[in-house]
Nanobody, 125 residues
Framework: QVQLVESGGGSVQPGGSLTLTCLASGYTYSLYCMAWFRQAPGTERERVAAVYPGGGLTYYADSVKGRFTISQDNAKNTLYLQMNSLKPEDTAMYYC??????????????????WGQGTQVTVSS
């Protein structure tokens, strides 16, 4: 019953910025890990950023650390991914994901059961 809808993708020049949003419904934020994944053609899906239940702990892939910021507005049931200093290698389909949190930090690594439809991010061409 968890439903995720992404928006905010588009085409930008290298060095530019984009903000992705994920509108979530059917879940309680305190019980779910929320994350952004991305996948380029011919590559494995990569977890680029995640926020743990309560919002006090975040994860960033080394490839985006210092450039991307994940945040959430629980009152609006919205997850954000602020992407700055974008590079061509950031080009990918970006997905919002949610997974039930069972009390272990490992639950927020790969246990994502719900996915949005994806939004395309293209940095130059």
């Amino acid at each position: 019953q968890v439903q995720l809808v992404e928006s905010g993708g588009g085409s930008v020049q290298p060095g530019g910025s984009l903000t992705l949003t994920c509108l979530a419904s059917g879940y309680t934020y305190s019980l779910y890990c929320m994350a952004w994944f991305r996948q380029a053609p011919g590559t494995e899906r990569e977890r680029v950023a995640a926020v743990y239940p309560g919002g006090g702990l975040t994860y960033y892939a080394d490839s985006v650390k210092g450039r991307f910021t994940i945040s959430q507005d629980n009152a609006k049931n919205t997850l954000y991914l602020q992407m700055n200093s974008l590079k061509p290698e950031d080009t990918a389909m970006y997905y919002c994901a949610a997974g039930r949190y069972g009390g272990s930090l490992y639950d927020c690594v790969n246990n994502y059961n719900y996915w949005g439809q994806g939004t395309q991010v293209t940095v130059s061409s």
